[in-house]
């Protein structure tokens, strides 16, 4: 079974530039999530959507973070403008449950923000 | 607010050499405490849930434990290839909280 997939791996941008990251989640997986993990800190979640709706984004800065979910499958995750303190690296995950469940994580874009 | 707390941040054994992680939570509610193993440039990978106080999991080398307020993870007989970041998650009231993890380095 193919995992989840993300890319790219890695970016680097400079500051208030605008970045893109995407991610393929596991077939049938309903449930999609966007977590920002921080140089020795654990995931943060920033958005869980339920096939294309939202279930959870009070944690995504939405005057600059955006995402979507198109047709309940793939999903987007934008920063415009990007600030310094961004730089994280952001996992997708995926979980064939609703709610917080076992998630499957895919490998995680690496954003520098210079 | 819920909060996670991992410790020790970093432990160091010897290839055998048994231990425990340790979990402690605060959640008015909780409804799932998750392990997880991340490997460098990796993922997490799940481990266990736990749900309910004195309930118990085991895979391989690895046993997680839950009281209403901590949970343990202890590895018996490491080896190097368990060498790794785990990290606790808790489902509470709010979204989904991780803990920072314990970086475990398991030396032959």
């Known amino acids: 079974e193919a995992g989840v997939a993300q890319s790219p791996r890695y970016k680097i941008i400079e500051k208030r530039q605008s970045v893109a990251f995407w991610c393929n989640p596991i077939?049938?997986?309903?449930?999609l999530y966007w977590y920002q993990q921080i140089l020795g800190q654990g995931p943060k979640l920033l958005i869980q959507?339920?096939?294309?709706?939202?279930?959870?984004d009070s944690q995504l800065p939405k005057d600059r973070f955006s995402a979507e979910r198109l047709k309940g499958v793939d999903s987007t995750l934008k920063i415009q403008p990007a600030k310094l303190e961004d730089s994280a690296v952001y996992l997708c995950?995926?979980?064939?449950?609703?709610?917080?469940?076992?998630?499957?994580f895919g490998q995680g874009t690496r954003l520098t923000v210079v | 607010e819920d909060q996670v707390t991992q410790s020790p941040e970093a432990l160091r054994l010897q290839e055998g050499e048994s231990s425990s992680l340790n979990c402690s939570y605060t959640v008015s509610g909780l409804r799932g405490l998750f392990w997880y193993r991340q490997d460098p440039g990796k993922g997490p990978e799940f481990l266990f849930t736990?749900?309910?106080a004195g309930e118990e999991k085991e895979k391989e080398r690895l046993k997680a434990t839950l009281t209403k307020k901590e949970s343990f993870l202890h590895i018996t007989a490491p080896k190097p290839e368990d060498s790794a970041t785990y990290l606790c998650?808790?489902?509470?009231?709010?979204?989904?909280?991780f803990g920072a993890g314990t970086r475990l380095t398991v030396k032959p």
């Open positions: 077939s049938g997986h309903a449930t």
């Open positions: 995950a995926s979980s064939p449950w609703a709610g917080n469940t076992e998630a499957f």
């Open positions: 736990l749900y309910s």
């Open positions: 998650a808790v489902d509470g009231t709010g979204d989904m909280r």
């Open positions: 959507f339920q096939n294309n709706g939202v279930v959870d």
